[in-house]
């Protein structure tokens, strides 16, 4: 069972929700290459600086920023200071996507629902990854199980796998007539990618991170250990999308919550602040219990609001991780052979 989820709620999108499919695809399409791939241009690093295979170097380790798994032992030994090892990126690339669409990803309240953010993740990925030579596949993970997309190159396929996205069908949250005796979780749909994604490459996995939190926030949910097998191999990327009554709740008189995964109901009194004081305080343990879980992994952590211009936080964010990729490292002491 899915624990920590959200009230069910009508999603509010007046923009991209109330398009066509067609429509909606060309619109993400013109957003992405306007804004996004305008901003982005420069050296082949895509939405992350590297990955790849070729030695390019060895730059100072910086501490809580850096992989130990990179460390460049024998500079390290030569210069008697830590070192990592740099890689130039791979000129063809496999990106493999894994998007939530469980029920829960179906609530929003803003200007886009979690499930249509996630698409639009999913939009920016492709159309930044596509190039000669480049595929992209995708799991998509459904309450009927999990839905699998082969890797192809292409704009043709990128646009397929869009609208295959923007037509699954929507379960209105939990009904227990419908509902699936063991739905998959996201340990199941890690485990999946990892079978298939057998070449190097980018992994992206679009999710709220909820599934199978434990009340101990000391004890790691149950997708971080498949998590970090991923990162060892490839390079991650973790698209985390909330909404902002996932994070506090509105003074708005007695409202009736229900979990979309479960199906359970409760009446709360919202007007009671205390209530919604310790709503807030379990809502930012719970992100900060997802954040470091995600850090532990080794995946690097993309978080997007529904509330939020999504573009400019993708852009915010490739834009400080190549800052860091493109930090000078000290000068090299000691030396020797």
């Known amino acids: 069972m899915r624990r920590g989820r959200t009230p069910a709620a009508v999603p509010a999108d007046p923009g991209l929700a109330e398009l066509a499919p067609d429509r909606r695809l ?20 895509g939405l992350l600086p590297g990955p790849g295979s070729e030695p390019a170097g060895s730059r100072e380790y910086r501490p809580g920023e850096d992989e130990v798994r990179r460390m460049d032992w024998a500079v390290t030994a030569r210069t008697t200071v830590p070192h990592v090892r740099e890689v130039d990126a791979d ?26 953010l996630s ?15 480049n595929r992209l596949g995708a799991h998509l993970l459904v309450p009927a199980g999990l839905r699998r997309f082969p890797a192809r190159s292409g704009r043709t396929h990128l646009l397929g ?33 990892h079978r298939v994604a057998n070449r190097r490459g980018l992994v992206v996995v679009v999710s709220d991170f909820l599934d199978g939190l434990p009340d101990d926030p000391d004890e790691p949910p149950p997708w971080e ?11 991650v990327l973790a698209v985390e999308v909330t909404d902002p009554r996932e994070l506090e709740l509105p003074d708005v008189g007695t409202v009736t919550l229900v979990d979309p995964e479960s199906g359970r109901r409760r ?41 939020r211009d999504w ?17 000078p490292a000290g000068p090299v002491r000691g030396g020797g052979a």
């Open 161 to 193: 796998l869009l609208r295959a996205l923007l037509a699954e069908p929507r379960t209105g949250g939990y009904d227990e007539e419908t509902a699936p005796l063991a739905p998959p979780d996201l340990a199941d749909a890690l485990a999946a990618v």
């Open 26 to 45: 060309r619109r993400l399409e013109l957003t992405v290459t306007r804004r996004l791939d305008g901003l982005l241009h420069g050296q082949y690093r």
């Open 311 to 327: 573009c400019a936080d993708i852009v915010r964010h490739v834009q400080a991780q190549r800052r860091l990729a493109a930090a």
């Open 91 to 116: 000129r063809e690339l496999t990106t493999w996507l894994l998007v939530d669409a469980s029920p829960s990803m179906e609530f929003g309240t803003a200007d886009l629902d979690k499930r249509e």
């Open 225 to 235: 250990r498949t998590l970090r097998r991923l990162a060892v191999r490839h390079q």
């Open 119 to 133: 698409v639009a993740a999913v939009a920016a990925v492709g159309f930044l990854t596509a190039g000669v030579g």
């Open 267 to 307: 009446e709360v009194c919202t007007s009671d602040r205390r209530l919604r004081e310790r709503y807030a305080a379990a809502a930012a343990a719970q992100r900060d219990q997802v954040r470091h879980a995600l850090r532990r992994s080794g995946a690097t952590h993309l978080p997007l609001r529904t509330d």
